[in-house]
């Protein structure tokens, strides 16, 4: 079947529509004679079928034994194409123009993202770039991707890999920067707060705590010695430790809530600059707002343009009253977010039980204790009298 429509369409066919007295009668006619038909249907009074090109002029003879009147009202396929085409010699001209410059844009750098960066500044890594010709317009057949992660290696010596790649017309830099330990040492490594320990890993020193252990923070959880080729104590300790909030939850609150109603907005953004293309900012007293973006260029440049739906969210604030066990549990999802995002990447919440401590009219009072599991090692440099009395 997509064979047939295929080759319909390159040899070209007619949508024909018969009126007459009983056009049923001419694809009767039609099919005996062996005219190819297709996609027959009735409509009005009228029926309508699809036909070859060539096979059309020899449908007039069969329509005339018929009593019937056939009209094109439809053309398809590449022979009409070209003779629009052939008509209309400057849009063709100009379609050819505009794919020859789509296909020159295409071979050049329209943005530049950087990827890795955790403390060095992204805007230092372009600026390098584009000492060595990688810059947002550059041609990339011009760009030798070896000079430029060596010009980025040199003038950013933070960094300890570079790797320059192309995806379409964005230029995508890979690094990786080099590791800076925090050593503030050499000295002791103590508690930095009251724990149980778990565990012990010991890279220079002597451990002095065991896991099952209670330690007060400023204990010393491994000693460090002045001597040998790593002086002072190194390595980590990982412990249980806990932690208390308390809070006052008024019982009556104010809440907002999305009425349904909203209005979209197309803004554009350049260099922290925002302008608002259609729609309008301020249609509502209170309302939420969310963006989605839709269009972006020069990512990773200071330069980025940005293209994005703002949606605002009309909202409708009721004073409520709650019970003990709403504003408890609300303030359980408080206390977690705020914890979570407070913690070390490498902490871990392991426990968080609310309860209530007292309850008034109007306000009760919540008590959150945590569980945490963390890294609770620290190095305590000596002064000159401690590491010269060792």
Known sequence: MARNRIKEYLLGYVRVEVRGKNP???????????????????ESGA???STTLAKYKGIRRLARKARCVPHVVRRVGLPFAIAKVRKRPYFLLAALLVLAWLLYLSGSV?????????TVDPGRIVRAAASAGLAPGARK???????????????????SWVYVRFHGTMAVVEVVEKSRPDSPGPGDVVASQDGVVESVLVLSGVPTVSPGQTVKRGDILIAGSPS????????SVIAMTSYDVRKEIPLRQSLASRTGRRIEMTVLRW?????TLWGRSNAFEWYEVEDYPRWKAFEGTEYTLSVFTRVLYELNWEEVRLSPEEALLGFERKVKASIESQLPSDAKLVDLSCKLEAVSEDVVLGRATLCVLQDIAEVRPWNR????GR
């Open 385 to 388: 009298s401690e590491n010269g």
């Open 141 to 159: 057949s011009g760009i030798s991707a070896s000079s430029v992660e060596t010009a980025i290696a040199v003038q950013v010596p933070e960094l």
């Open 47 to 49: 029926v309508f079928f």
């Open 228 to 235: 040998g080729p790593m002086p002072g104590a190194r390595g």
């Open 110 to 118: 329209w943005s530049i993202k950087v990827i890795g960066c955790e």
């Open 271 to 275: 260099r922290g600059v925002e302008l």
């Open 24 to 42: 049923e009668r001419l694809i009767n006619l039609c099919l005996a004679s062996g005219f190819p038909v297709w996609d027959y249907s009735s």
